[in-house]
């Protein structure tokens, strides 16, 4: 199996020094590359620049992404190629910068022109947070024919939010399993496919399941 995984965090940049990021290590993805790869697939393992999990990567293919712009191009870079399966772990920030507002008097903003790094001793900002483009949403019109597994961590509610979330990701996005966990799951993973759900208690668990979905898309999920 040709297989690609992605893992880690993205980051939006607010200047050339700062920037806006989550705690995503990385950990994940790269051990189900590990995993991927032991088994005799063929792994390419696009990771997060900020992932903090210090574990060996063990996949043929190792490429180092920074924003979502920079995910996305290198996800999308791939679509000319045959790949069997894509596992979409990574963390990809939902927000990136807009405008930036530094207070002229009290009470009173005006916009601020992109620099290099934005002064602090302007006094009080405000920036604007703009949604950013959701990769997985355009991994379908790239790789028609791919298994496509999303992941979906749910920090709020409870399991059946989670799980609810993860069946809506496959129908918003075409996407044929999602892998759901987090608090709002709880121990464990949550394969979760439109016709249903299995539980897996370990991570290990999980990858086994993962490795032995048919290649390419089913068509009785068309």
Not at 78 to 87: G, L, P, R, T, W
Not at 88 to 113: N, Q, W, Y
Not at 164 to 187: E, H, L, M, S
Request: glycine content about 10%.
């Amino acid at each position: 199996m040709n297989c690609i995984v992605t893992a880690g965090p993205t980051y939006e940049p607010l200047d050339d020094v700062r920037r806006l990021t989550n705690f995503s290590t990385g950990r994940l993805g790269t051990e189900l590359a590990n995993f991927l790869t032991a088994r005799g697939h063929k792994v390419t393992l696009l990771i997060g620049e900020s992932a903090t999990y210090a574990g060996e990567r063990r996949a043929q293919s190792v490429k180092v992404f920074f924003t979502t712009a920079d995910l996305r191009a290198k996800l999308k870079s791939f679509s000319s190629k045959k790949v069997d399966a894509i596992f979409h772990a990574a963390a990809v920030s939902d927000f990136g910068f807009g405008k930036i507002f530094a207070e002229t008097k009290p009470g009173e903003f005006v916009a601020l022109k992109t620099s290099r790094k934005i002064s602090t001793r302007a006094g009080e900002m405000l920036v604007e947070l703009v949604p950013t483009p959701k990769i997985i949403a355009e991994l379908r019109g790239w790789f028609p024919k791919t298994r496509i597994v999303g992941w979906k961590f749910e920090a709020n509610g409870k399991r059946a939010d989670a799980l609810r979330a993860a069946r809506k990701q496959i129908g918003d996005c075409a996407t044929d399993f999602c892998v759901a966990n987090g608090p709002a799951y709880g121990k464990g993973f949550s394969l979760v496919s439109a016709g249903g759900q299995k539980h897996f208690a370990s991570a290990e668990k999980l990858f086994a399941a993962l490795e032995k979905l048919p290649k390419g898309r089913m068509k009785n999920e068309e």
